[in-house]
């Protein structure tokens, strides 16, 4: 079958670094994608990655590896309003998404 | 602004009783999707469309059903047959369902609750 691993839960200091793991085992692959989602409202795009390596975009970086089926977002400078969920989602040989449950950040001053 | 509007946000219903959630998007987006969320696990696919008066079965279309006659509008109906209904559905769409860097929108989701 296919699966998406990520920790349930994670706990890090205003300021610091973070990196939130994800594995997965798909029917091929077409993508991975990392979405933010505060509580109660609707997920938001951050990142996608395709090739082996790291994409920057600002204080979030994803990186991937296809051959080890692993990726994580790394958030550095935590601020308050980074706590959230981030979702882990990988599109499979059909283009459907695969979603991990996510992973709840918890940011204390 | 673009984007997609769901509603409504809150909903109560009781047994035995077919209630129908909005879904609404002023993106030109050809694909729609809905999803329903629940604690402690991934999102799970409903139904999706990719053109209109198309659509297709995700993993749990059971007790559910949808309709596509415009291509802004994704309805979906959770009927008397969905054993479990109460849990959070979300609406979203892309620009195509059949590539690879298919980013989804959201709507900002729908709680149903049976009581």
């Known amino acids: 079958g296919q699966n998406i691993d990520q920790p349930t839960e994670m706990t890090a200091t205003e300021g610091a670094i973070v990196q939130i793991n994800c594995t997965y085992q798909t029917s091929g692959f077409n993508g991975l994608f990392w979405y933010q989602q505060h509580a109660g409202e609707a997920p938001t795009f951050l990142s996608y990655n395709v090739l082996d390596g790291l994409e920057e975009k600002g204080r979030f970086s994803s990186f991937l590896s296809r051959s080890k089926g692993y990726s994580y977002l790394l958030l550095k400078e935590l601020q308050m309003k980074d706590s959230a969920s981030y979702l882990c989602?990988?599109?499979?040989?059909?283009?459907?998404?695969?979603w991990g449950a996510g992973t709840k950040l918890i940011i204390k001053p | 602004d673009g984007g997609i509007t769901q509603s409504p946000k809150y909903l109560f219903r009781k047994e035995g009783q077919n209630v129908t959630l909005s879904c609404e998007q002023n993106?030109?987006?050809?694909?729609m999707y809905w999803y329903r969320q629940d604690p402690g696990q991934g999102l799970r696919l409903i139904y999706y469309s990719q053109i209109v008066n198309d659509f297709q079965k995700g993993d749990i279309a059971e007790g559910y059903s949808v309709s596509r006659e415009k291509k802004e509008s994704f309805p979906l109906t959770v009927t008397s047959a969905q054993k479990n209904p109460t849990a959070f559905y979300l609406c979203?769409?892309?620009?195509?369902?059949?590539?690879?860097?298919?980013?989804?929108?959201f709507g900002a989701g729908s709680r149903l609750t049976v009581l």
């Open positions: 989602a990988v599109m499979d040989s059909n283009y459907q998404l695969i």
């Open positions: 993106l030109n987006h050809d694909a």
């Open positions: 979203a769409s892309s620009k195509s369902g059949g590539s690879g860097a298919n980013v989804l929108t």
